[in-house]
């Protein structure tokens, strides 16, 4: 029987995915504990302590998509499964989420399944809400793509098959939060607020990593794309956005997710391994990294605009972000598979 470490796709790997998956079960399981205590000093660190787990997991859920931890894609599969039900992503199969996020790369395109923009104009009561929410720093597009996950088998958006299988994963969720509601309301509630976290969070990194169209043709392999396999365009429309370039080790909260061009150009290269690539292909002042004192100021400044992303596509970045005209754009999570 082959040794864990032979199962590796590269050397190195062992030590530091054994670290960041101990700190995922330390997080969430110590978060928990935490929001349940009394006072709020101790259940602010733990909603701290939940959420970055949470981000942590995503991010590894998306190494494991590229088959970056393992050689054989059956390993990297059994982790990502396991990795989603910490991000609340397990609702739709791993293997469709891991099929949106390659045909986001081989495409060179945002291809999605449920235009959420198309659908809030449609109800315009709806929209009225999301804005409101979205106003006060609530990342109501997330919640509401979350939801459609939830249900995705049930209203048209995934394969009517895995409806038994949405069923099971609604009732075990459900189900365990109302056995953690009966030990702790309060860390329940909490929870909620860690989850928030999570999403802010994810889709902020997000927001301003590409300029590429959204096109909703997910369930049509043969539509026609304009830039598919162009690695030119990939390139000029793909951007990073590390934390701190002062202090890489900042960039670490994020798992190295914001060396984004870096990413695309060798995606089955891990989390720890961007950082020298970045350097060794872009040095330190590469014109398409965005700097993160821009990025909180068009997220603030713009986050109403970023709901319908008229302009995304359009306008390089770097360029829009110095104009004042950035925009970022929601709704576009790898952990929403459609």
Sequence with gaps: MKSIQQTLRHPDALVPNLLVLAYILL????????????????????????????????????????????????????????????????????????YKHMRHHVDNADTIAFDYRAWLKAHPRTEKLVFALEWAYVPAVDYMMHAVLMFAPFIGYADKAQRPRAALVLAVRFGVLALLALWSIKAVLLYALAYTLMLTVLRFFDAFQHNYEIIAILNNPDAPLPHKGDRDYENDNTYSNPISRRWPALNLLVLNFCYHNAHHVKPTLPWYKLPALHRELYGDEYQRTLA?????????????????AETYGQVPAPQAMREGRAVPVYGLSFLTAF
């Excluded at 054989?72 to 982790?79: D, I, Y």
């Excluded at 993160?292 to 319908?308: E, K, N, P, T, V």
């Design 292 to 308: 993160f004192s821009d990025q909180l100021r068009s997220y603030h400044r713009h986050r109403l605009a970023g709901i319908h």
């Design 27 to 98: 997080g969430y399981v110590g978060g928990w504990l935490l929001m349940a205590q009394p006072g709020w000093l101790l259940p602010a660190l733990g909603v701290l302590a939940c959420g970055h787990a949470m981000v942590i997991a995503a991010y590894l859920v998306h190494d494991c998509a590229h088959n970056a931890l393992f050689k054989k894609v059956e390993h990297n599969t059994r982790l990502g499964r396991a990795l989603n039900w910490f991000t609340g992503g397990c609702y739709g199969t791993y293997e469709d989420l891991r």
